[in-house]
């Protein structure tokens, strides 16, 4: 389904292809090389985007600094009235831009699904909120400050930034990237959007839809290619106005060669459960497992260690061994709870830690197992400050840690 009827023109004749997005057209690049999409289930290559090259991306940002200018005049309800619509065609169109979602990062069909339609109601959201906030300004009187009379009056409103780069994560390269796009357009700027390797082409399908919506010629823009080739050109680019960034520690690489654009910034966690001695501990063990495991653990909110007193540790533990028990594991066509991680290096990552924390002493409530990408859900305790799975955020299936003792 993904490139086809209404999304035909964004790729090549062979339909595995994908162009990018410049100035109200899809293009192919004139480097003539592209980059791969592996499938994580499949271990094989799934898509193609286009390796864009510094020039394409000069292009692509001068046209939206000249959009941005116009863009800037036009009316609050017209920028919510285009918004509303996209997020209509957005949630239109969610079947194969969830196709998209499971073959290029393993999303779970339902949760696919599920993150098509919250996307489009989020756009909508910032559709409205954006003319609430936006249409007041605030009055200012000058006694307000120690020596002055109330002899002058001032009236200030909010103007936009002028041109933002968005860049956001492969876990959720739909939500997370409307959640960039929808503020910056309905504030007045325009928007270049980087979208991740993995969950481009969801990407690409959701820029089209804002494309159907009727928006303004390089307006948005979305560049695909090698980090190495324009990933710091990008954010480097002496024409991107704020940048707005998902992810991990390429966050602090990127905040030291930004200069003085401002930032906005989501970068990972070592998101932890504590749990008391008075806690309801089935109520605990419930959102403890829906925390920890939820798309595999793939998430920046993720529960990725429990400190429990240890008066209830070995009672919790119990509950919460019983659950992961009953999670399912295998495709993500399937809807299973735990689908395979999204790259191969990923799950390297992840048995890196397990490995370490299994020579170091941890308790493994579950066998260690992996197929490929593919990590069964791993309950470690009695983990001590010394492991890296103490520290070091594993974006995998659970792993979540217990500690023992609340240090």
């Not at 899809?26 to 090259?53: D, E, L, M």
């Not at 009953?326 to 709870?337: A, I, M, R, W």
Request: glycine fraction near 8%.
């Amino acid at each position: 389904m993904a490139g086809t009827s209404v999304f035909a023109e964004l790729v090549d004749e062979d339909a595995t292809v994908f162009k990018f997005y410049s100035d109200g057209e899809w293009k192919r690049s004139s480097s003539g090389k592209f980059v791969s999409i592996i499938n994580p289930t499949t271990r094989k290559t799934q898509y193609k985007v286009q390796a864009c090259t510094q020039e394409e991306v000069n292009k692509i940002i001068e046209s939206a600094k000249t959009a941005q200018k116009s863009w800037a005049k036009t009316p609050l309800w017209k920028r919510a009235e285009l918004l509303h619509k996209a997020a209509a065609i957005l949630k239109e169109h969610r079947a194969p831009i969830a196709e998209c979602l499971v073959k290029e990062i393993a999303k779970p069909a339902k949760d696919a699904v599920t993150e098509v339609v919250r996307s489009g109601d989020l756009v909508s959201y910032c559709a409205e909120e954006g003319v609430r906030i936006l249409g007041e300004g605030k009055f200012l009187v000058s006694d307000s400050f120690p020596g002055n009379e109330r002899t002058r009056y001032c009236l200030t409103s909010k103007i936009p930034l002028g041109v933002v780069l968005a860049i956001p994560p492969f876990n959720y390269p739909v939500n997370l990237a409307v959640s960039k796009i929808a503020p910056a357009l309905i504030a007045g700027n325009s928007l270049v959007l980087k979208p991740p390797t993995q969950g481009a082409v969801a990407a690409l399908h959701m820029v089209h839809c804002f494309h159907l919506a009727g928006f303004p010629k390089g307006l948005i823009g979305c560049v695909t290619g090698k980090g190495s080739e324009i990933g710091d050109f990008l954010t480097m680019h002496p024409g991107v106005n704020c940048i707005s960034f998902t992810g991990g520690d390429t966050g602090i690489a990127i905040s030291k060669k930004a200069g003085m654009v401002p930032l906005q910034m989501e970068l990972g966690g070592k998101d932890a459960c504590i749990i008391l001695e008075d806690a309801d501990l089935d109520l605990a063990a419930a959102n403890i497992v829906k925390g920890g495991f939820s798309y595999s653990g793939q998430r920046c909110t993720a529960v990725k260690v429990v400190l429990i007193m240890e008066s209830v540790a070995d009672t919790l533990v119990e509950k919460v061994k019983a659950k992961i028990e009953k999670l399912t594991v295998g495709p993500p066509e399937d809807d299973c709870d735990i689908t395979p991680v999204v790259t191969e290096s990923s799950a390297n990552f992840i048995e890196g830690l397990v490995m370490d924390a299994k020579q170091k002493g941890a308790t493994f409530c579950q066998e260690y197992k992996r197929e490929g990408n593919l990590i069964w859900p791993l309950l470690l305790d009695n983990v001590q400050p010394d492991m890296r799975i103490a520290w070091e955020e594993p974006f995998g299936p659970g792993f979540t840690c217990y500690q023992n003792k609340l240090y």
